[in-house]
C-alpha cells in the first residue's frame, strides 16, 4: 500500500468513526445519512480529496496528505477548494466554512466562520451534527470573545479582577492553553466559576469542563458553583445553567459544566459504564506517573465527540496531568485553562508559557489576601536517629495486627534496631508520638502567646493507623474527649468525612484534626491557625499545596465564632517535627521505574485507569513473588475480592496481556490480516491496551487492592513501649533567621563602602531630580557584589531580606540583574517594600494605562501588544530607544516599521514617556 493510499485507508476510518457515511463520487447518494464524506470530488478549482455533506448540503472539505507530510500551510490547498463549489450545488454558505488537513495521524482543522481563522489540530474529525450546530450560530464562540463586556467587579479582588481580564484577552488573541497562577486562598475558585459564568452568557460556550484533583474537591466545587449570584441578574448560577457533577459516567446533555476528576473522564473515553468513587478520593500529586513510559492511550469514543466541551478547566495542575494524561485533554477540541498556586516548569512549559496571571503567596501576603507563617520546630531523640529494642527472655512485647487492630503480647524473634524511616511503619514508638503531643501542648503559650485556646489545628500523619495512634494520645495528653481531636480521611467511619470537615470549619470542636491527604490540597478551612506535620514530604508542589492549607485569611467575627480568644488572623504557624521544612524537596519527583516504585502506588495508578506495558509487567512481578510468601487466610481473602482468582492466576493473566506473540495474533484476527503480514504499530498498541485493561479490570475493585496490599505488609507492627523519648530542641526557627541578617549587614556595609566609588550608587544615593540608570551602571554593580571579600548574590539577598523581614518582601526576586536597584533602595530605606523592578514597571505601566484610558486614549490590540512587549524590554533594560525596535523581540513581530505603522508620529513620545514613567 502506497503511503498515499495507507493516508486515505486511515482517514477513511476516522471519518466512518466520526459518524460519516465514506462515499466514492460515482456512487453518491448524499441522502445517506446526515453526514457525507464524497472521495475525489470534482470543483472548478480542482478535486477535493472529500467533500463532507451534511443533511443534504455542502459544508466543508478534506485535504489527505501522506503520513509524515507536514502540514503547516496545507490550508491555502484545502482553503482553494473551499472556493471551488459550483454555485448550483446546495450549500450552507460560499465560500465552504470548515476545512481539515490530515494525514490520518495527523489531523487539523481550520474554521473559516471565526475571526482570523487560524487551523488548530484536532484529535479527530468532528461528528456532522457538531459541524452543523457551528454553522448555525450567528456568532462563533471565538468571535464573542472579542466582545465581552465590561467585567463587573464589585464582589471580585483587584487579583481576580485581573486574572478574568487577562484570560478573556489571552482567550480573544486565540490562544489556545491559558495558565492562571493564583496562591491557595486567594480566591481561585470563584475566580474560575466567574469566568465560567461569563464564557457561557457572553461567549455562549455549549459546555465546559472543570477538572479537579479528587472527588470531594469535587464536592467543594459544586457548592461555589451553587453559591454563585449573577452580577448581572437576580439568578444563582445553576438557577440559570445546569451543573454537574458527575457521579456517573454519563453527561447530561442539558449541563453546562460538568466536574469530575481526569480519572473518570478516561474511564468515559474508553467506553466504560461504571467507575468507583473510591478510585476518585485520592490526591495525584502523589501518584508515580514516571511507572508509566508514555502517555496513558485514548482512542476515539463516538458518543463523547471532540466537540464536547469548549473549555477545558484544569484546578490544581499536579504534574500528572500533563505527563500520563495529557492525551486524554487534547483529545477534546478545547481551551486548556489552568489554575494552580504552585507551578512547575513542565506546568508553565505544557502551557507554553502563556502565564497570564502570576499571584504568588508572597504577593497575596503583601496584599492582605494571605497570611504568612512563622516555623516552629520539635525535634527529638527518636524521630531523629530511631531506637533499639533489646530482646529479653521472659519479657513481651506488643504486636499489633494492621488489619484487624489486635495486640498480642509475645517475646521478640531477636534485638529490633529501627530507624526514623521506619517510625509508625513497622515500629510505633508510643512515647515518641506522646513526646511530640506534648511538647506542642506545652509550648502552646509560646507558639500562641497570650492565648488561652487551643487554635484550629490540622496535624499530617504517614498513614490511617499513624493518625489513629495520634488522635488516641492527643485526646490523653491534652485531657479531653472524643470531640476535641477527631481523624479526618477517607477511611474515617461513623460521621461522613465531609461532616466532619463541616464541623472543623464552623464549629468549636474539633479543635484538632488529623488526616493522612485528604485536607491537603484544595481544600478550605479559614480558621487553621496551625498546622503539624507528623510526616515528611519530599515534593515541592505537594507540600506548598499542603502549607497552603493555614495561609486562608478569614474575617474576625467569623474566627471568633469558632475560636473566642482568636482576635485576629494574622499568621499561621507550621510545628515542624519531621524536618520537613528543612529536607531538600524536588519540584518533580522522580523515581526509579520499576523496585523503588511502592506496590500501593502501583495499585493507586491501576484504579485510576492506567494501563501501560511497564506498569503491567511490574505489578506481574510483584504479584508473583507475593504467592509464594502469602499463608492461607490472606490468600483465601484475595480469591474472594477477585471473583475467584488466585494470585498467580491474576499474575498470569497480566503477563499474558503483554505476551508480543499473543497480541499479534490476537491483533492479525481482529483485524483480518494476510498471513505473510504484520499488524501495524498501531493495531498492535490498540489490541494491546485492550488486553491490558482485561487483564487490569480485577484491580478497580477497591476490596481486592486493599486485600494484595494487607498481604504484602507485615501483619503485625512492634509496638515500643520500653524506649523514653527525649527532646532534643523546641522552638522558633531562628539559625536560618540569624544566617540572613548577616548577609544583609554585609549587603549594607558594600554599600556604605562603595557609595563614592560605584556611579549607581552614587546616583540612588543622591537621588538626582531626572537623573537615570543606565543598563551598564547597573551591570558594574551587580558585578562588584559578586566580588571578593562580599562575594554576595542577587537571589541570596533577596531571600535573606525575606527570611528576616517577610512582611516587607513582595514576591520572589533577584533572578534579573536590574533587580540589584530593588536591594539598594530597601538596604537604604528598610520601611520600604521590597518589590520586583519587573513588578514595580508593570505597577507603573498598569497606573500609565489607566491614565491613558482616562484622557481617553483608546489602544488596539496590536497596540497593546507592542505596549506590552515595551513594558517588558524596560524592566529588563531600564530604557528603551527607536533602534531597539529592530532587535529581539520586536523584530519578530515586524519591527520599527510596523511600530510606526501603528503609533504614527506618536512614536516616540510615547517611548519617551515609558522610559520616564516606568523605568527604575
Same mark, same amino acid.
Given at each position: 500500500?502506497?503511503?498515499?493510499?495507507?493516508?486515505?485507508?486511515?482517514?477513511?476510518?476516522?471519518?466512518?468513526?466520526?459518524?460519516?457515511?465514506?462515499?466514492?463520487?460515482?456512487?453518491?447518494?448524499?441522502?445517506?445519512?446526515?453526514?457525507?464524506?464524497?472521495?475525489?470530488?470534482?470543483?472548478?478549482?480542482?478535486?477535493?480529496?472529500?467533500?463532507?455533506?451534511?443533511? !443534504?448540503?455542502?459544508?466543508?472539505?478534506?485535504?489527505?496528505?501522506? +503520513?509524515?507530510?507536514?502540514?503547516?500551510?496545507? #490550508?491555502?490547498?484545502?482553503?482553494?477548494?473551499?472556493?471551488?463549489?459550483?454555485?448550483?450545488?446546495?450549500?450552507?454558505?460560499?465560500?465552504?466554512?470548515?476545512?481539515?488537513?490530515?494525514?490520518?495521524? @495527523?489531523?487539523?482543522?481550520?474554521?473559516?466562520?471565526?475571526?482570523?481563522?487560524?487551523?488548530?489540530?484536532?484529535?479527530?474529525?468532528?461528528?456532522?451534527?457538531?459541524?452543523?450546530?457551528?454553522?448555525?450560530?450567528?456568532?462563533?464562540?471565538? !468571535?464573542?470573545?472579542?466582545?465581552?463586556? %465590561?467585567?463587573?467587579?464589585?464582589?471580585?479582588?483587584?487579583?481576580?479582577?485581573?486574572?478574568?481580564?487577562?484570560?478573556?484577552?489571552?482567550?480573544?488573541?486565540?490562544?489556545?492553553?491559558?495558565?492562571?497562577?493564583?496562591?491557595?486562598?486567594?480566591?481561585? =475558585?470563584?475566580?474560575?466559576?466567574?469566568?465560567?459564568?461569563?464564557?457561557?452568557?457572553?461567549?455562549?460556550?455549549?459546555?465546559?469542563?472543570?477538572?479537579?484533583?479528587?472527588?470531594?474537591? !469535587?464536592?467543594?466545587?459544586?457548592?461555589?458553583?451553587?453559591?454563585?449570584?449573577?452580577?448581572?441578574?437576580?439568578?444563582?448560577? /445553576?438557577?440559570?445553567?445546569?451543573?454537574?457533577?458527575?457521579?456517573?459516567?454519563?453527561?447530561?446533555?442539558?449541563?453546562?459544566?460538568?466536574?469530575?476528576?481526569?480519572?473518570?473522564?478516561?474511564?468515559?473515553?474508553?467506553?466504560? #459504564?461504571?467507575?468507583?468513587?473510591?478510585?476518585?478520593?485520592?490526591?495525584?500529586?502523589?501518584?508515580?506517573?514516571?511507572?508509566?513510559?508514555?502517555?496513558?492511550?485514548?482512542? &476515539?469514543?463516538?458518543?463523547?465527540?471532540?466537540?464536547?466541551? $469548549?473549555?477545558?478547566?484544569?484546578?490544581?495542575?499536579?504534574?500528572?496531568?500533563?505527563?500520563?494524561?495529557?492525551?486524554?485533554?487534547? &483529545?477534546?477540541?478545547?481551551?486548556?485553562?489552568?489554575?494552580?498556586?504552585?507551578? =512547575?516548569?513542565?506546568?508553565?512549559?505544557?502551557?507554553?508559557?502563556?502565564?497570564?496571571?502570576?499571584?504568588?503567596?508572597?504577593?497575596?501576603?503583601?496584599?492582605?489576601?494571605?497570611?504568612?507563617?512563622?516555623?516552629?520546630?520539635?525535634?527529638?531523640?527518636?524521630?531523629?536517629?530511631?531506637?533499639?529494642?533489646?530482646?529479653?527472655?521472659?519479657?513481651?512485647?506488643?504486636?499489633?495486627?494492621?488489619?484487624?487492630?489486635?495486640?498480642?503480647?509475645?517475646?521478640?524473634?531477636?534485638?529490633?534496631?529501627?530507624?526514623?524511616?521506619?517510625?509508625?511503619?513497622?515500629?510505633?514508638?508510643? +512515647?515518641?508520638?506522646?513526646?511530640?503531643?506534648?511538647?506542642?501542648?506545652?509550648?502552646?503559650?509560646?507558639?500562641?502567646?497570650?492565648?488561652?485556646?487551643?487554635?484550629?489545628?490540622?496535624?499530617?500523619?504517614?498513614?490511617?493507623?499513624?493518625?489513629? $495512634?495520634?488522635?488516641?494520645?492527643?485526646? %490523653?495528653?491534652?485531657?479531653?474527649?472524643?470531640?476535641?481531636?477527631?481523624?479526618?480521611?477517607?477511611?474515617?467511619?461513623?460521621?461522613?468525612?465531609?461532616?466532619?470537615?463541616?464541623?472543623?470549619?464552623?464549629?468549636?470542636?474539633?479543635?484538632?484534626?488529623?488526616?493522612?491527604?485528604?485536607?491537603?490540597?484544595?481544600?478550605?478551612?479559614?480558621?487553621?491557625?496551625?498546622?503539624?506535620?507528623?510526616?515528611?514530604?519530599?515534593?515541592?508542589?505537594?507540600?506548598?499545596?499542603?502549607?497552603?492549607?493555614?495561609?486562608?485569611?478569614?474575617?474576625? $467575627?467569623?474566627?471568633?465564632?469558632?475560636?473566642?480568644?482568636?482576635?485576629?488572623? =494574622?499568621?499561621?504557624?507550621?510545628?515542624?517535627?519531621?524536618?520537613?521544612?528543612?529536607?531538600?524537596?524536588?519540584?518533580?519527583?522522580?523515581?526509579?521505574?520499576?523496585?523503588?516504585?511502592?506496590?500501593?502506588?502501583?495499585?493507586?495508578?491501576?484504579?485510576?485507569?492506567?494501563?501501560?506495558?511497564?506498569?503491567?509487567?511490574?505489578?506481574?512481578?510483584?504479584?508473583?513473588?507475593?504467592?509464594?510468601?502469602?499463608?492461607?487466610?490472606?490468600?483465601?481473602?484475595? @480469591?474472594?475480592?477477585?471473583?475467584?482468582?488466585?494470585?498467580?492466576?491474576?499474575?498470569?493473566?497480566?503477563?499474558?496481556?503483554?505476551?508480543?506473540?499473543?497480541?499479534?495474533? @490476537?491483533?492479525?484476527?481482529?483485524?483480518?490480516?494476510?498471513?505473510?503480514?504484520?499488524?501495524?504499530?498501531?493495531?498492535?498498541?490498540?489490541?494491546?491496551?485492550?488486553?491490558?485493561?482485561? *487483564?487490569?479490570?480485577?484491580?478497580?475493585?477497591?476490596?481486592?487492592?486493599?486485600?494484595?496490599?494487607?498481604?504484602?505488609?507485615?501483619?503485625?507492627?512492634?509496638?515500643?513501649?520500653?524506649?523514653?523519648?527525649?527532646?532534643?530542641? *523546641?522552638?522558633?526557627?531562628?539559625?536560618?533567621?540569624?544566617?540572613?541578617?548577616?548577609?544583609?549587614?554585609?549587603?549594607?556595609?558594600?554599600?556604605?563602602?562603595?557609595?563614592?566609588?560605584?556611579?549607581?550608587?552614587?546616583?540612588?544615593?543622591?537621588?538626582?531630580?531626572?537623573?537615570?540608570?543606565?543598563?551598564?551602571?547597573?551591570?558594574?554593580?551587580?558585578?562588584?557584589?559578586?566580588?571578593?571579600?562580599?562575594?554576595?548574590?542577587? @537571589?541570596?539577598?533577596?531571600?535573606?531580606?525575606? /527570611?528576616?523581614?517577610? %512582611?516587607?518582601?513582595?514576591?520572589?526576586?533577584?533572578?534579573?540583574?536590574?533587580?540589584?536597584?530593588?536591594?539598594?533602595?530597601?538596604?537604604?530605606?528598610?520601611?520600604?517594600?521590597?518589590?520586583?523592578?519587573?513588578?514595580?514597571?508593570?505597577?507603573? &505601566?498598569?497606573?500609565?494605562?489607566?491614565?491613558?484610558?482616562?484622557?481617553?486614549?483608546?489602544?488596539?490590540?496590536?497596540?497593546?501588544?507592542?505596549?506590552?512587549?515595551?513594558?517588558?524590554?524596560?524592566?529588563?533594560?531600564?530604557?528603551?530607544?527607536?533602534?531597539?525596535?529592530? $532587535?529581539?523581540?520586536?523584530?519578530?513581530?515586524?519591527?520599527?516599521?510596523?511600530?510606526?505603522?501603528?503609533?504614527?508620529?506618536?512614536?516616540?513620545?510615547?517611548?519617551? #514617556?515609558?522610559?520616564?514613567?516606568?523605568?527604575?
Amino acid at each position: 500500500m502506497t503511503p498515499e493510499a495507507l493516508a486515505r485507508t486511515r482517514i477513511d476510518q476516522k471519518l466512518q468513526a466520526s459518524g460519516w457515511i465514506v462515499q466514492d463520487y460515482s456512487e453518491v447518494n448524499i441522502s445517506a445519512g446526515l453526514g457525507v464524506a464524497i472521495r475525489e470530488f470534482p470543483l472548478s478549482t480542482g478535486f477535493a480529496d472529500y467533500m463532507l455533506y451534511v443533511d !443534504g448540503k455542502a459544508i466543508g472539505v478534506v485535504e489527505a496528505k501522506p +503520513d509524515g507530510h507536514t502540514l503547516a500551510g496545507v #490550508e491555502t490547498q484545502s482553503g482553494k477548494y473551499l472556493q471551488g463549489l459550483p454555485n448550483n450545488l446546495p450549500n450552507y454558505r460560499l465560500p465552504l466554512p470548515f476545512a481539515y488537513e490530515s494525514t490520518g495521524v @495527523e489531523t487539523q482543522f481550520s474554521n473559516y466562520l471565526e475571526p482570523d481563522a487560524r487551523s488548530r489540530e484536532v484529535f479527530s474529525f468532528h461528528q456532522p451534527g457538531e459541524l452543523l450546530h457551528l454553522v448555525k450560530l450567528e456568532q462563533q464562540t471565538r !468571535g464573542l470573545l472579542r466582545e465581552m463586556p %465590561e467585567l463587573n467587579s464589585d464582589r471580585l479582588w483587584k487579583v481576580q479582577v485581573e486574572s478574568i481580564l487577562n484570560l478573556e484577552r489571552s482567550l480573544a488573541e486565540n490562544r489556545p492553553r491559558s495558565l492562571i497562577q493564583m496562591a491557595t486562598g486567594s480566591g481561585k =475558585t470563584f475566580t474560575a466559576v466567574n469566568f465560567c459564568y461569563r464564557l457561557i452568557k457572553f461567549a455562549k460556550a455549549k459546555r465546559i469542563l472543570f477538572l479537579v484533583d479528587r472527588n470531594n474537591l !469535587g464536592k467543594q466545587t459544586l457548592n461555589e458553583f451553587q453559591q454563585f449570584d449573577s452580577p448581572y441578574n437576580a439568578y444563582k448560577f /445553576t438557577e440559570e445553567f445546569t451543573i454537574q457533577h458527575l457521579k456517573r459516567n454519563t453527561i447530561d446533555p442539558a449541563s453546562k459544566v460538568c466536574i469530575t476528576t481526569i480519572q473518570r473522564l478516561y474511564s468515559m473515553l474508553k467506553g466504560e #459504564e461504571e467507575f468507583q468513587e473510591e478510585n476518585e478520593e485520592a490526591s495525584l500529586f502523589e501518584t508515580p506517573s514516571s511507572v508509566i513510559s508514555e502517555p496513558l492511550p485514548v482512542v &476515539y469514543n463516538a458518543q463523547i465527540p471532540i466537540g464536547t466541551f $469548549d473549555f477545558i478547566v484544569v484546578d490544581e495542575c499536579h504534574r500528572s496531568i500533563y505527563n500520563i494524561w495529557r492525551q486524554v485533554l487534547d &483529545y477534546f477540541d478545547a481551551f486548556l485553562i489552568g489554575l494552580t498556586a504552585t507551578p =512547575t516548569a513542565q506546568t508553565i512549559g505544557f502551557f507554553k508559557k502563556n502565564l497570564v496571571q502570576e499571584y504568588t503567596h508572597e504577593k497575596a501576603v503583601t496584599d492582605g489576601v494571605n497570611v504568612g507563617y512563622d516555623v516552629y520546630r520539635i525535634e527529638t531523640q527518636v524521630t531523629k536517629d530511631g531506637a533499639e529494642l533489646i530482646k529479653q527472655p521472659g519479657i513481651f512485647v506488643p504486636h499489633r495486627d494492621r488489619r484487624t487492630k489486635k495486640k498480642q503480647y509475645k517475646e521478640l524473634d531477636d534485638d529490633l534496631t529501627y530507624t526514623a524511616n521506619q517510625l509508625d511503619r513497622d515500629v510505633v514508638c508510643d +512515647d515518641q508520638i506522646r513526646l511530640v503531643i506534648k511538647t506542642f501542648r506545652d509550648k502552646l503559650p509560646e507558639i500562641f502567646p497570650g492565648r488561652s485556646e487551643v487554635p484550629k489545628t490540622l496535624i499530617f500523619a504517614k498513614t490511617d493507623q499513624h493518625a489513629e $495512634d495520634i488522635v488516641r494520645i492527643v485526646r %490523653e495528653e491534652f485531657g479531653k474527649g472524643n470531640d476535641f481531636c477527631q481523624k479526618i480521611t477517607s477511611k474515617s467511619t461513623g460521621k461522613k468525612p465531609d461532616d466532619l470537615l463541616a464541623e472543623f470549619r464552623t464549629m468549636y470542636n474539633p479543635r484538632i484534626a488529623v488526616t493522612v491527604d485528604m485536607i491537603a490540597t484544595g481544600t478550605d478551612v479559614k480558621p487553621l491557625e496551625c498546622l503539624l506535620f507528623m510526616r515528611n514530604i519530599r515534593s515541592l508542589s505537594y507540600f506548598e499545596q499542603m502549607k497552603g492549607r493555614g495561609c486562608r485569611v478569614i474575617d474576625s $467575627d467569623t474566627l471568633l465564632s469558632v475560636t473566642p480568644d482568636a482576635k485576629h488572623k =494574622t499568621h499561621f504557624v507550621i510545628v515542624d517535627a519531621v524536618g520537613v521544612c528543612e529536607s531538600e524537596k524536588t519540584a518533580t519527583k522522580p523515581l526509579d521505574r520499576k523496585p523503588s516504585v511502592s506496590t500501593e502506588k502501583l495499585m493507586g495508578l491501576v484504579a485510576t485507569g492506567a494501563a501501560d506495558p511497564d506498569l503491567v509487567t511490574a505489578l506481574a512481578a510483584r504479584l508473583a513473588r507475593l504467592a509464594q510468601q502469602l499463608e492461607p487466610e490472606p490468600t483465601e481473602a484475595i @480469591e474472594e475480592a477477585s471473583g475467584g482468582k488466585s494470585l498467580d492466576e491474576l499474575s498470569s493473566d497480566l503477563l499474558g496481556s503483554v505476551d508480543p506473540d499473543e497480541v499479534t495474533t @490476537e491483533a492479525v484476527t481482529k483485524f483480518n490480516i494476510p498471513g505473510d503480514q504484520e499488524p501495524t504499530e498501531e493495531q498492535y498498541k490498540e489490541v494491546e491496551q485492550e488486553r491490558m485493561r482485561t *487483564a487490569l479490570k480485577p484491580f478497580h475493585n477497591p476490596k481486592l487492592r486493599g486485600s494484595v496490599l494487607n498481604s504484602k505488609r507485615s501483619l503485625e507492627q512492634v509496638i515500643d513501649e520500653r524506649t523514653t523519648d527525649s527532646l532534643i530542641r *523546641a522552638g522558633f526557627d531562628q539559625a536560618a533567621r540569624e544566617k540572613a541578617q548577616s548577609l544583609i549587614s554585609s549587603f549594607c556595609q558594600f554599600i556604605e563602602d562603595n557609595k563614592s566609588e560605584i556611579e549607581a550608587l552614587q546616583i540612588l544615593y543622591s537621588k538626582p531630580h531626572r537623573a537615570r540608570l543606565r543598563y551598564s551602571q547597573v551591570k558594574q554593580l551587580a558585578q562588584a557584589i559578586q566580588r571578593p571579600p562580599y562575594s554576595l548574590n542577587s @537571589e541570596r539577598l533577596w531571600h535573606a531580606f525575606e /527570611t528576616v523581614a517577610p %512582611e516587607k518582601v513582595k514576591g520572589h526576586g533577584g533572578k534579573q540583574l536590574v533587580d540589584v536597584i530593588a536591594l539598594v533602595r530597601h538596604a537604604l530605606d528598610p520601611d520600604s517594600l521590597l518589590s520586583t523592578i519587573g513588578e514595580t514597571v508593570q505597577q507603573r &505601566y498598569q497606573d500609565w494605562l489607566a491614565n491613558q484610558e482616562a484622557k481617553g486614549a483608546k489602544f488596539t490590540l496590536d497596540q497593546r501588544k507592542w505596549l506590552d512587549a515595551i513594558k517588558d524590554h524596560i524592566a529588563t533594560s531600564l530604557a528603551i530607544e527607536q533602534d531597539d525596535l529592530d $532587535d529581539v523581540p520586536f523584530n519578530q513581530i515586524g519591527g520599527l516599521g510596523k511600530a510606526y505603522e501603528l503609533f504614527g508620529d506618536q512614536l516616540a513620545a510615547i517611548l519617551e #514617556e515609558l522610559n520616564a514613567r516606568l523605568a527604575a
